[in-house]
């Protein structure tokens, strides 16, 4: 898959609100494929690559459940998708349907009179009562049922006008937030399900109960080097983690880690929305190739190649790059990543090109390569 946009948050107005909602889409390319196509509904699809389960560098991007529940997950090659699920429709990535699809999405959460905070693809944020206040609920803040009430209005809202399902989590932060929608997609798969269950809420009054429990890897950013190292002293457990003292996080994780895993645990997070359309620090283009290269004009070529795909993208925009970056991965799965200033800022190749031909020889090329990706690092606008 290509990766072609990099997000970032930094620098962006931000407010704060009393109920933060998470809109996930469920899984999302293999939805938008069944809007075109509905003789895929309830049958397994396998959405990556170029759609040819025997390419073995390619992976799955998405699954519908029932693949889902043969075993084939995001990331498995694609040989192994079949193996596992020999049945199953493949097809491949259309990049530029599913931002298609997207956009009209998260255009209906904007119709909703709510900020949006667009997280990529298939999942945004929306604040609600900003200052506490918001004239849909009577100018005072909304009651857990009225926001309850409010989210299905806006999953009804999505699916009327994009045929796409969706979850919504809905709480007082976006860690949380995100967490209630897992239970969510978890509550839908059930055969009884009911539409409403498309909605939840996590928040002070069944957070120890159902997170409690829970390993520390469910926690939102807890990922497995931090869940190794704490279930390394015990800790395997939310409730556990709660009972660590903050000063000892600190100690073994720094102060920033450790603050942020007291308050984590505890149900804490960010309750801020950014106010203003994000702006892209830099675009990318990556790329996993049929067969290794082996020689370094092999790899100039290649890296040339992405540069001038990317150059394209930040032209279209009007924007004008200043670095460059140039990512290697290995046969082995060793990634390297080298950035380099341009001269000057431009969008000429006459400046990209010699950039990326550096920084392509200030790389040893000991093994054959599997992935590269070029970055041009843009100015602000």
Same mark, same amino acid.
């Not at 020999?86 to 298609?100: E, G, N």
């Not at 209005?153 to 929608?181: E, F, H, W, Y």
């Given at each position: 898959?290509?990766?072609?946009?990099?997000?970032?948050?930094?620098?962006?107005?931000?407010?704060?609100?009393?109920?933060?909602?998470?809109?996930?889409?469920?899984?999302?390319?293999?939805?938008?494929?069944?809007?075109?196509?509905?003789?895929?509904?309830?049958? %397994?699809?396998?959405?990556?690559?170029?759609?040819?389960?025997?390419?073995?560098?390619?992976?799955?991007?998405?699954?519908? *459940?029932?693949?889902?529940?043969?075993?084939?997950?995001?990331?498995?090659?694609?040989?192994?998708?079949?193996?596992?699920?020999?049945?199953?429709?493949?097809?491949?990535?259309?990049?530029?349907? *599913?931002?298609?699809?997207?956009?009209?999405?998260?255009?209906?959460?904007?119709?909703?009179? *709510?900020?949006?905070?667009?997280?990529?693809?298939?999942?945004? *944020?929306?604040?609600?009562?900003?200052?506490? @206040?918001?004239?849909?609920?009577?100018?005072?803040?909304?009651?857990?049922?009225?926001?309850?009430? !409010?989210?299905?209005?806006?999953?009804? %809202?999505?699916?009327?006008?994009?045929? !796409?399902?969706?979850?919504?989590?809905?709480?007082?932060?976006?860690?949380?937030?995100?967490?209630?929608?897992?239970? %969510?997609?978890?509550?839908?798969?059930?055969?009884?399900?009911?539409?409403?269950?498309?909605?939840?809420?996590?928040?002070?009054?069944?957070?120890?109960?159902?997170?409690?429990?829970?390993?520390?890897?469910? !926690?939102?950013?807890?990922?497995?080097?931090?869940?190794?190292?704490?279930?390394?002293?015990? @800790?395997?457990?939310?409730?556990?983690?709660?009972?660590?003292?903050?000063?000892?996080?600190?100690?073994?994780?720094?102060?920033?880690?450790?603050?942020?895993?007291?308050?984590?645990?505890?149900?804490?997070?960010?309750?801020?929305?950014?106010?203003?359309?994000?702006?892209?620090?830099?675009?990318?283009?990556?790329?996993?190739?049929?067969?290794?290269?082996?020689?370094?004009?092999?790899?100039?070529? %290649?890296?040339?190649?992405?540069?001038?795909?990317?150059?394209?993208?930040?032209?279209?925009?009007?924007?004008?790059?200043?670095?460059?970056?140039?990512?290697?991965?290995?046969?082995?799965?060793?990634?390297?990543?080298?950035?380099?200033?341009?001269?000057?800022?431009?969008?000429?190749?006459?400046?990209?090109?010699?950039?990326?031909?550096?920084?392509?020889?200030?790389?040893?090329?000991?093994?054959?390569?599997?992935?590269?990706?070029?970055?041009?690092?843009?100015?602000?606008?």
């Amino acid at each position: 898959m290509e990766r072609v946009a990099e997000r970032t948050e930094r620098d962006r107005p931000s407010a704060r609100f009393r109920w933060l909602l998470h809109i996930d889409l469920d899984q999302f390319q293999v939805s938008a494929e069944r809007l075109r196509r509905t003789d895929l509904i309830d049958i %397994a699809v396998i959405v990556g690559g170029d759609g040819d389960p025997s390419h073995g560098r390619q992976v799955v991007t998405c699954a519908s *459940y029932e693949a889902r529940a043969a075993g084939v997950r995001a990331g498995l090659p694609m040989p192994a998708a079949k193996k596992k699920c020999p049945d199953a429709v493949f097809l491949p990535l259309d990049m530029d349907y *599913y931002t298609q699809v997207s956009t009209r999405v998260m255009d209906v959460l904007r119709e909703q009179g *709510y900020p949006v905070e667009v997280w990529g693809f298939d999942e945004a *944020y929306l604040g609600i009562d900003g200052g506490g @206040i918001d004239a849909s609920a009577g100018g005072r803040p909304h009651e857990r049922t009225e926001i309850v009430a !409010l989210a299905d209005r806006i999953r009804r %809202a999505v699916s009327d006008a994009t045929g !796409l399902p969706c979850c919504l989590g809905v709480s007082d932060n976006k860690q949380r937030a995100k967490a209630a929608a897992g239970f %969510a997609k978890a509550a839908v798969r059930s055969p009884d399900a009911a539409a409403e269950d498309r909605v939840f809420v996590l928040d002070d009054v069944n957070w120890a109960e159902l997170m409690g429990p829970r390993p520390c890897r469910d !926690l939102w950013s807890v990922g497995p080097k931090t869940a190794a190292k704490l279930a390394d002293r015990g @800790i395997d457990t939310v409730d556990r983690l709660q009972g660590v003292a903050r000063d000892d996080l600190v100690e073994w994780f720094g102060p920033s880690q450790g603050n942020w895993l007291y308050v984590l645990c505890r149900g804490g997070g960010d309750d801020a929305i950014a106010v203003e359309p994000w702006i892209a620090r830099s675009h990318s283009r990556s790329r996993t190739y049929p067969e290794d290269l082996t020689d370094r004009e092999q790899v100039r070529a %290649a890296a040339t190649e992405l540069a001038r795909e990317v150059r394209e993208q930040v032209m279209n925009e009007g924007r004008v790059p200043f670095r460059v970056g140039l990512t290697v991965r290995t046969s082995t799965f060793y990634t390297r990543t080298k950035m380099r200033k341009m001269a000057e800022p431009s969008t000429e190749f006459a400046a990209i090109g010699p950039v990326v031909d550096g920084l392509v020889d200030a790389f040893d090329l000991d093994r054959p390569v599997r992935l590269l990706a070029v970055r041009l690092e843009l100015l602000d606008v």
